[in-house]
Structures are given as structure tokens and as C-alpha cells.
């Protein structure tokens, strides 16, 4: 589903809501931290730095992360789904960063992972908030319409809940949760600056399906459509993106 390479161009700006998410988790001596949907690993060693004396594990669905992912004493990564990852012994702390928006069944998953949790355990994830933000609006149009027979079923409605709808799910499952939301604003370098950034993200789907020369096309649809929804300013293009965070202990 990402693109690492393209993905990685921009690990300032997507790391930032990782660390803002982390730094709301009080566990202070956790023996087991897994990160579910780990990436390429460079954000699951931050939490082997904050946790030293922890077995930090990290999976991803994607070969070509984990490839990318670099092991080492009590670090470990494996290739896995989320739907179906289940761990062997109770967690001290789960963390899934910008992971659960392409999972339709993830209120399910977090039942599942409360239920993984140690005693006092934590669970901690963001997801992105931004899905009637023109970025997504623009392109799932499109996909409707001069798209539509490619990639008229690519076009998805938020798959997400605000921070209320999480408060109240966690909290159902018997935890101590919070939820809010933060708007960042990024300010991308260069020409088709979101374009870029989506291509590695939201746009894969559908450039995965298409053939190169459709590929080409649309991406050169999308440019027109973004490029005047976020104008190119003298210091680059100021790109809105807003995230919303839970962190819940059992």
C-alpha cells in the first residue's frame, strides 16, 4: 500500500504526529511494545530508545518495508497482516501509526487488541482525518467520473471515526481513554507538492491498477485538480492535514 521510497521523502512531516502520539503513553517499564504497521522501522526504534529494557516488536503487510526495517538486539520485525496478527503473550503497549484508516474492519481490530493488552496495558494509534480535505474529495470525484470505469470502486468515504466515536469505543471496551485531533500544516518544497506526497499513500491503489501509460494520465488529472486547490506559494505549498489520536489503557 505505500511506497517506501517515496513515502520516505517526506519522514519529517509524518514522523512528527508519531512522536506527538508517543509522548501521551505513561507506561514506564513496558516488557513487551509492538508496533502494528511498522513501515520501514526508523519510528519502531524510536520506541526501543524510549523503552530500553523492552522487546520491541514491529510487523507490516508490506515485503518492501520490512526489507528496509533493520533488526537488532531486542528490535525484532516480521512480515504480517494486522487483521490477523495475534500475539503469542500479553502486550504491554500496542502503537499503530497512520496504519488502521485502511483496515474497514479496525473498530472490530481494537477490540481484539484491548483484549491482547497486559493489565494496565496501552494502546495508542493515529489515523489521518483529512478525507474531505480537497487532497481525497478532488481524486475520489475523479475516480468517479472521468475514471469511473477503472476506478469508480477505489473511491472510499472517510473510513474513519472522529476522536468522540473512539472515546466512546474504548471506553465500551472497559478503558481509560483519550482522543483528540490536530491539524498540522506542512509546508511542501517543489512542484505538484501534494500530488507527491499522496502518490506515495492514498494514490496507490489506484496507480497499481492502472497500466504505465494510464498512469501518466491520471496523475497528470490529479496535478491540474491539486495545484489549484493548494497553490504553489514563494515558500512552498502549504498542505492542511489533520490527524486524530487515541491513546486508552486497560
Given at each position: 500500500m505505500w511506497d517506501p521510497e517515496i513515502y520516505g521523502r517526506y519522514a519529517d512531516e509524518r514522523s512528527r504526529p508519531f512522536f506527538d502520539l508517543v509522548a501521551r503513553i505513561s507506561a514506564e517499564r513496558p516488557g513487551r511494545v509492538v508496533d502494528a504497521g511498522c513501515g520501514s522501522g526508523?519510528?519502531?526504534?524510536?520506541?526501543?530508545?524510549?523503552?530500553?529494557?523492552?522487546?520491541?516488536?514491529?510487523?507490516?503487510?508490506?515485503?518492501?518495508?520490512?526489507?528496509?526495517?533493520?533488526?537488532?538486539?531486542?528490535?525484532?520485525?516480521?512480515?504480517?497482516d494486522v487483521t490477523h496478527w495475534r500475539p503469542e503473550r500479553p502486550v504491554d503497549v500496542i502503537v499503530s501509526n497512520a496504519v488502521l484508516q485502511w483496515v474497514p474492519e479496525h473498530r472490530e481490530l481494537l477490540s481484539r487488541w484491548t483484549g491482547a493488552?497486559?493489565?494496565?496495558?496501552?494502546?495508542?494509534?493515529?489515523v489521518p482525518g483529512n478525507f474531505d480535505a480537497p487532497?481525497?474529495?478532488?481524486?475520489?470525484?475523479?475516480?468517479?467520473?472521468?475514471?469511473?470505469?477503472r476506478l469508480g470502486d477505489l473511491a472510499r468515504e472517510s473510513p474513519v471515526d472522529?476522536?468522540?466515536?473512539?472515546?466512546?469505543?474504548?471506553?465500551?471496551l472497559g478503558c481509560r481513554a483519550d482522543a483528540w485531533e490536530t491539524t498540522y500544516l506542512h509546508v511542501l518544497p517543489g512542484e505538484d507538492a501534494?500530488?507527491?506526497?499522496?502518490t506515495g499513500t492514498a494514490l496507490r491503489p489506484m496507480l497499481d491498477r492502472l497500466d504505465p501509460g494510464e498512469?501518466?494520465?491520471?496523475?497528470?488529472?490529479?496535478?491540474a485538480l491539486l495545484n489549484?486547490?493548494?497553490?504553489?506559494?514563494?515558500?512552498?505549498?502549504?498542505?492542511?492535514?489533520?490527524?486524530?489520536?487515541?491513546?486508552a489503557q486497560k
Open positions: 526508523e519510528l519502531t526504534a524510536e520506541l526501543a530508545r524510549r523503552w530500553p529494557d523492552a522487546d520491541v516488536h514491529g510487523f507490516d503487510s508490506s515485503p518492501a518495508m520490512i526489507g528496509k526495517a533493520r533488526a537488532r538486539d531486542r528490535l525484532t520485525f516480521s512480515v504480517a493488552l497486559a493489565p494496565g496495558g496501552w494502546l495508542a494509534f493515529q487532497s481525497h474529495a478532488l481524486v475520489r470525484e475523479l475516480c468517479r467520473t472521468e475514471w469511473r470505469d472522529d476522536p468522540a466515536g473512539y472515546l466512546d469505543r474504548l471506553t465500551a501534494v500530488l507527491k506526497w499522496i498512469r501518466g494520465a491520471f496523475l497528470g488529472d490529479c496535478a489549484e486547490a493548494y497553490p504553489r506559494r514563494p515558500y512552498g505549498t502549504v498542505f492542511p492535514f489533520r490527524r486524530i489520536f487515541v491513546v
